[in-house]
């Protein structure tokens, strides 16, 4: 979809721009605005797809910015996707590229309170830095029930569940290093003498620093809970080795006499014996207790 509006914006010398919107557009509406803007369409097909590429080129008739947005998936908690969204200005218009509809963007550009180029940018990034941060919250809650749900059964799914959560928030810092590269940036194009500008910015700075650090604390304590994890697992399977050797061995002993009898290992007067069984079982016996006592002493017969 390809929509503009005209008259939505003040570029630096109060002139207005329009605003060209595009919402997944087709490859015809593709080529129609690159025509329009004297963009390669190279160009915007890349950043529409989102391929790596730096996050701000400033050109003589081009800057460009390119960050990602959090939105929600739905039918899960703390499930998102990250949406590139691309801004351009062009001679005579400001350009928002996507692939599916940001719904901010309309209630920040208002044709009838055009605002000026940065600080219509400046609220747009705040608005991405303030949809990181419930999303940050709704992992964190998640995160919180998989720890709990460790704790009480150590299930091998809830393994796989923190993994996810890992690989999310992962998704959800490099978003905001990128986005915080595009403000540290901004920040050298911003007008010396505007107050209201550089207090945008520095609020906008100091947001999307308490969302990363909220990001790599939980970061660091799912890591800190799947080692943990591991680290029980590993006892667990170390003790149940240890149980299934005193077994064998506690197993093994009866089978001294038979095996002895079995290779004709000469035994004397002792197998005609009136109380050969009676010793020989009661050794055994005696034997078997003592190797049995020092195994659990030693916790190899307990498994909790």
Do not use: C
Not at 43 to 72: C, D, H, N, T, Y
Not at 250 to 259: H, N, W
């Amino acid at each position: 979809m390809m929509r503009i509006t005209r008259d939505s914006l003040l570029s630096g010398n109060a002139n207005r721009r329009s605003w060209m919107a595009l919402v997944n557009p087709s490859a015809s509406e593709l080529t129609q605005a690159a025509a329009t803007l004297d963009i390669p369409e190279s160009f915007l097909r890349k950043r529409l797809e989102g391929e790596a590429s730096r996050p701000l080129i400033k050109q003589e008739r081009l800057i460009s910015l390119q960050f990602q947005v959090p939105m929600p998936k739905k039918g899960g908690t703390g499930q998102f996707m990250l949406v590139p969204l691309s801004l351009y200005f062009v001679p005579g218009y400001f350009v928002t590229l996507s692939e599916q509809e940001i719904p901010f963007l309309s209630q920040l550009i208002d044709p009838q309170k055009p605002r000026k180029r940065w600080e219509l940018v400046l609220r747009i990034i705040a608005e991405v830095t303030r949809n990181y941060l419930p999303t940050a919250r709704s992992v964190a809650r998640e995160m919180a029930v998989v720890e709990r749900d460790l704790r009480q059964a150590q299930r091998h799914d809830v393994v796989y569940r923190g993994l996810d959560i890992n690989d999310r928030l992962l998704t959800l810092d490099l978003g905001l290093l990128q986005l915080e590269y595009v403000v540290s940036e901004i920040g050298h194009f911003l007008p010396a003498e505007d107050a209201v500008l550089a207090e945008i910015h520095e609020d906008t700075r100091i947001e999307l620093s308490q969302v990363r650090d909220q990001v790599d604390s939980d970061q660091a304590t799912i890591n800190e809970l799947l080692e943990s994890y591991a680290y029980v697992v590993h006892n667990n399977v170390n003790h149940l080795f240890k149980f299934m050797a005193a077994l064998i061995i506690l197993a093994t002993i009866p089978l001294f006499i038979p095996g002895a009898v079995a290779m004709n290992v000469p035994l004397g007067n002792f197998p005609h014996w009136h109380y050969g069984f009676t010793v020989v079982t009661g050794g055994l016996v005696l034997v078997e207790m003592l190797t049995a006592w020092v195994f659990y002493r030693k916790g190899w017969l307990r498994l909790d």
